[in-house]
């Protein structure tokens, strides 16, 4: 499968979902949608919702069924991101190659912006039209907010605040990964393959699919970083090599968990290889 060309053709329905979802710049209040468009339009890679997209085709659904889970989770994604870029967080100053939300708007704005964010992935997940019924949404919607939540992304973020460099091991570094970013991974596979009708069993697979590439995926990023200096990061306690390896591990964890799946799987797997296998 050509992958890049399975992006190009997915990620416009995506934006253009998220287009009228998300008031004008020009809408008052103007600084906040302003603020609110800043990084997601243009937007990253838009994983999260082209998974979610490719995990309606893999239970036999068209990857439009998909579609209000792709771009609620890419909202959040979105919310999470400027939250994460504050100088109380991560104190990044540029995001998806442009300055962070709190340096050109100013960090009560960036605040403001990432819970409007926050609260139209749940309008989009409830109003964008689809085929799929009241029960299949309530049962993504649940999903998605379980994910974004204290227990889940929320609670990572936190640990992550809270490491101590001197004591922090692998497994304490895989567990605010699989809080702080798998989840939303999780929440996106699972999300389409609700919005699609799939059988429960076929979700649970699903779900331990997403986990696994979620936790890989991350390990993937601090590879790519090179995170050394990064107290939460798997290269710090493992080193690059063995890093390498436990990404590996869990991304055949997961490409297992697609096995009955068949044909129509195809996309999918391609696209969990391609967020744990990477250059950039």
């Known amino acids: 499968m050509d992958v890049p060309a399975y992006f190009r053709d997915r990620i416009p329905l995506v934006d253009r979902l998220l287009e009228s979802v998300i008031p004008a710049a020009s809408e008052r209040p103007t600084a906040l949608h302003a603020a609110m468009r800043h990084v997601l339009f243009p937007g990253g890679k838009r994983l999260r919702p082209v998974l979610a997209m490719a995990t309606a085709e893999a239970v036999g659904a068209s990857p439009e069924r998909a579609l209000p889970m792709a771009a609620a989770v890419e909202l959040v994604h979105t919310y999470s991101l400027i939250h994460d870029d504050l100088p109380c967080m991560d104190d990044d100053d540029e995001r998806r ?34 085929e799929a019924t009241a029960a299949q949404r309530l049962s993504a919607t649940r999903e998605l907010a379980h994910a974004a939540g204290s227990l889940q992304l929320v609670g990572g973020q936190v640990d992550d605040l809270c490491v101590d460099p001197a ?103 391609q696209l969990v290889q391609f967020a744990v296998r990477r250059e950039t």
Do not use: N, W
Request: net charge negative; glycine share 10%; with cysteine.
């Open 97 to 130: 190659g442009v300055p962070s939300v709190h340096i050109a708007f100013g960090e009560a704005t960036a605040v403001l912006a990432g819970d409007a964010l926050l609260a139209a992935a749940f309008e989009a997940l409830a109003s964008i039209e689809s």
């Open 167 to 269: 004591v922090v091991d692998a497994a304490a570094v895989e567990s605010i990964h699989g809080r702080k970013s798998a989840a939303l991974i999780r929440a996106s596979v699972v999300g389409g393959a609700q919005l699609a009708g799939a059988a429960p069993d076929t979700v649970e697979r699903l779900k331990r699919c997403g986990f696994a590439a979620g936790v890989a995926f991350q390990i993937a990023d601090d590879v790519l970083d090179e995170g050394e200096d990064d107290p939460c990061s798997l290269v710090r306690v493992m080193g690059r090599a063995g890093a390498q390896h436990r990404a590996e591990e869990l991304l055949v964890t997961a490409l297992r968990e697609l096995d009955d799946l068949g044909d129509k799987a195809e996309p999918l797997r």
